[in-house]
């Protein structure tokens, strides 16, 4: 498969795309001409990929060298990452520079920006980020969109400090040269969206790249002027939320294209992109991907956490990285070697967006959101559940909708009629410094199905977000 574009101007564009790359001393495109379309049988590739990275950690790295004491990488196989404790966000806060490894190369220092707003600071390099962007081109020109054609990515800036500034400027260059420019919205007003939708008209993308809470907003406020189009862009591609089937259906009607999305984390790296057949594929080459419940393999069916080795994190290895996120476990093992290309589980959301039934049961969210959307019209509400015994609504009220009614329908026919349901109101929901927006908050669900016992608690005790002003009442 040849990661070309159509067009003259686009293959142009491409042209320059690789030598930033290179100046930057990335092997992005090097990468990506060794990708097959789909991964065929690569399980002696991955398997080799695995031993380099475990020999790596245990030689170069003292933390590693005790941590993988049992393991012998010359005889590693995938039978023994059983044996290898899993890692967690609590873990690298405490111990990130003994987990560094110190040597030749540019050393990079990043911060994850995740919808929970706990934030974790981590090492990476020049060939992580290659492999991040290499998967990423792929799993777009699977979908009919190659480097040098138009993407507008709709997320945060970089902040407005004078460095951020001077990054942004040439972010902004770089951005009109290949024509991949950045827009950030917010705050959110009506001038802003109708400045948003003149970017899109003018610039006319292939591709959109956003957040599915921000897409919302834009199509709702495109519905509520009669705003048309036949067509945004060729696709829109969705991340770093859970993107839900009621969330696909209305932003394809409105927006006349069809939307997809991609799977990942800054700290864990990109983890499966969704192909024209709806299916959501692994990037098999770069890691390793387990479900994992109380460190087990999770049975079928069976929610867990979702656990990351990326074979190519040399300046901080990520072995066995439980990512926070909660998928159900498929009827295969999606890590076996021979079954790639390997499709990915439904991301669920994080530890924190379950809930709990009365009996104590973890229930996945999904169908309860999608329910509240569709009976509610409206995106604007947040669950938080502190305990077992009740679960807090907040919302901004909508006009001829009883939300405590449906509230308490809705949330007592999955977790059990004894759940006492209260409704907070306001106006407004402050935003997350993400940008992104919480459906659930559970404590009381994240302290069940979580490997992480320490890190992001403070957080996850707190409201996911806080409404303005607001009022109690119980439903």
């Known amino acids: ?79 023994d990452l059983d044996l290898i404790p899993v890692l967690t966000r609590g873990e690298i806060v405490r111990h990130r520079e003994q987990m560094r490894w110190v040597g030749p190369g540019k050393e990079l220092v990043h911060k994850s920006g995740g919808t929970t707003d706990d934030n974790l600071t981590f090492f990476w390099d020049r060939q992580r980020q290659s492999w991040d962007r290499a998967t990423r081109m792929r799993g777009l020109a699977r979908l009919g969109i190659y480097p040098g054609d138009r993407v507008l990515h709709v997320w945060p800036r970089e902040p407005s400090s004078v460095a951020g500034r001077f990054r942004r400027g040439l972010r902004k260059l770089r951005d009109t040269v290949v024509a991949d420019p950045v827009v950030d919205p917010r705050p959110w007003t009506d001038a802003s969206l109708e400045r948003l939708l003149k970017v899109i008209d003018r610039f006319r ?109 040399p300046r901080m290895p990520f072995i066995r990285y439980a990512t926070g996120d909660v998928a159900r476990a498929l009827h295969v093992d999606v890590t076996s070697p021979f079954l790639q290309p390997a499709v990915c589980p439904l991301p669920e959301g994080r530890t924190s967006d379950l809930l709990l039934s009365e009996n104590g049961d973890l229930i996945a969210t999904r169908p309860i959101i999608e329910t509240l959307m569709e009976s509610t019209g409206t995106e604007l509400f947040s669950l938080y559940q502190p305990n077992a015994e009740s679960v807090h609504v907040l919302c901004v009220p909508q006009a001829g909708v009883v939300l405590q009614d449906i ?64 009022g109690w009442y119980r439903g």
């Open 1 to 79: 498969m040849e990661y070309f574009p159509g067009s003259t101007a686009a293959r142009i564009r491409c042209h320059l795309l690789r030598l930033h790359e290179r100046l930057l001393g990335r092997d992005t495109f090097h990468l990506l001409d060794r990708l097959a379309p789909i991964a065929g049988d690569i399980s002696e590739t991955r398997l080799a990929a695995a031993k380099d990275l475990l020999r790596h950690a245990r030689s170069g790295i003292p933390y590693w060298h005790s941590r993988l004491k049992h393991i012998d990488p010359d005889v590693f196989t995938w039978a």
């Open 205 to 313: 993308p292939q591709a959109i790249i956003a957040y599915p809470s921000w897409l919302m907003r834009i199509a709702r406020f495109m519905e509520a002027r009669s705003r048309r189009t036949n067509g945004m862009a060729d696709i829109i591609l969705t991340c770093g939320e859970v993107l839900f089937d009621h969330q696909r259906t209305y932003l394809e009607e409105i927006m006349q294209t069809p939307v997809f999305q991609e799977y990942g984390s800054q700290d864990a790296g990109l983890i499966a992109h969704e192909d024209s057949d709806r299916v959501l594929r692994l990037n098999p080459e770069a890691m390793a991907v387990e479900v994992l419940r109380g460190g087990r393999r999770a049975e079928p069916g069976e929610l867990g956490e979702v656990v990351v080795t990326h074979f190519y994190t």
């Open 407 to 470: 509230a308490n329908e809705v949330l007592q026919s999955y977790l059990g009629n004894s759940v006492t349901v209260i409704v907070q109101q306001g106006e407004s929901f402050q935003d997350l410094r993400s940008g992104k927006h919480r459906f659930v908050c559970s404590p009381a669900a994240a302290s069940k199905i979580s490997h992480d016992s320490t890190s992001g608690q403070e957080l996850q005790r707190s409201w996911p977000q806080q409404l303005e002003p607001a």
